[in-house]
């Protein structure tokens, strides 16, 4: 006999036994055991909740009244001057500043301003300002600032400039507005 076929011979039945080593056992399966006392079962609870013998007032409260928007081709348009914010009259500017001047303004009138409202020179020096703006949208009764941006001339001397607020129909109305300032180098 060969070493060969010895060696055969001999690997085979360790072979076999690896191979059946390998394989795990089959499990068995753990029978099914029903529980031997159910949970109790929760009856419902009808719960009565007592009515109360007397029950309190009602009070009413009205509800506050509806105002229609107001007809702007039936409103009247009014513009009242309250006060100079910046740039009081009289104030000595120098040659070619920047002028920053705002009126505080109410609208008294009953039409609601909007972006067809103008607010046009009627009088006095430019002051590089154009000679019409839109006037600042202001519902009735409420206050405004209106503001224009100037330059002072480069020449000494009193210079005033006057304003007037105009309805989209071109009708002027209300206090007219100033600025009035000394130009001096």
């Known amino acids: 006999m060969t070493l060969r076929f010895f060696l055969r011979l001999s690997l085979l039945p360790l072979l076999g ?48 009244t509806i105002i229609p928007t107001l007809d702007q081709s039936n409103c009247t348009n009014n513009l009242t001057y309250i006060e100079d914010l910046t740039i009081p009259d009289n104030s000595f500017i120098p040659f070619g500043a ?4 705002q009126w505080l303004v109410t609208n008294s009138g ?15 020096a430019a002051l590089g300002a154009p000679d019409e703006i839109a006037l600042y949208p202001a519902k009735a009764g409420t206050q405004a600032v209106i503001q224009i941006l100037f330059t ?7 210079y005033e400039s006057a304003w007037q607020a105009f309805d989209p129909n071109g009708q002027p109305f209300g206090d007219p507005i100033y600025i009035r300032i000394l130009v001096s180098p």
Do not use: M
């Open 98 to 101: 920047a002028i920053d001047k």
């Open 110 to 124: 009953t039409c609601h301003w909007t972006s067809d409202y103008r607010l046009r020179r009627v009088g006095g």
């Open 17 to 64: 036994i690896c191979f059946a080593s390998a394989c795990s056992p089959l499990s068995t399966p753990t029978p099914f055991i029903p529980p031997t006392n159910p949970p109790p079962l929760i009856q419902p609870t009808l719960i009565i909740h007592p009515t109360p013998t007397a029950s309190p007032p009602v009070q009413v409260i009205p509800l506050p």
């Open 152 to 158: 002072a001339p480069f020449e000494e001397g009193t």
